[in-house]
């Protein structure tokens, strides 16, 4: 059974993520870092992504595109994933680019992932259990940092922490009460897109100890 991206929560999504590239924007103009030039492109850095929210989002963008350039999307996200498991196996961290990258350009800009959105600025965020994270940014904008900061005070950040806890209310939305049904998610995109959308795994396809912890999940709500 697919999960059902309805038009409200893909427009709360859509919202969701431009109020990130706006705090993203925000501090990347102190800092002036742009990616205009940038020896570097981070659409190759290795990434897992964890919401079936923002799964089911990429699709609806796939969706929009042409049936041949969704094939040889698919083509080149077997070939990363390919890629990616070689690597692994020599004890590498893979380095492939995003089958969603073009040129250089993403593909399926308006429906990138999270990650894709605050990846490069100096951020923030509190854990659950109160500890608080700290990222630096990419190189370039850590060489930004040490020229305009060298006392480290006042570096302007993206603080996560609210932005990712209403994906979490996002995600619950979208799952409806199916959690318990779903493996935990941890996705390359070119994954994701090999998957097709996001869906409720039928019974004979989830691990034996998930199927009987829904089953007894649903013996109590019954
Ligand atoms: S985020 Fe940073 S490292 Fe990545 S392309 Fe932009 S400037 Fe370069
Ligand atoms: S989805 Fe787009 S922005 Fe994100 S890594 Fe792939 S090509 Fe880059």
Known sequence: MKLLLTPLLAGQIKQLYEEMEQAYDFVANQLQLTCTGCSDN????????HTYLEWGYLWQGMNQLPTEQQRLILKKAAAYESRCESAQLRG?????????????L???YGHRLMVCRTHGVPA????????????????RC????????????????????SLLQRMVVLEQKFLDGKRHLLPRMK????AM????????????????????SASENSTKAG
């Open 187 to 190: 996705m390359t995109i070119a």
């Open 124 to 139: 923030t965020m509190i854990r659950p259990d109160g500890k608080i994270l700290r990222f630096p940014g990419c190189f």
């Open 42 to 49: 981070c659409c190759d850095s290795y990434f897992q992504h």
């Open 142 to 161: 850590q060489e930004l940092v040490d020229k305009s900061y060298p006392n480290r005070k006042g570096i302007p950040v993206v603080e996560r922490t």
């Open 92 to 104: 590498e961290i893979p380095g492939v680019m995003c089958p969603l990258n073009e040129s250089g």
């Open 106 to 108: 993403c593909i399926l």
């Open 193 to 212: 897109l090999l998957a097709g959308p996001p869906a409720v795994p039928h019974c004979s396809d989830r691990p034996q100890n998930e199927v009987h």
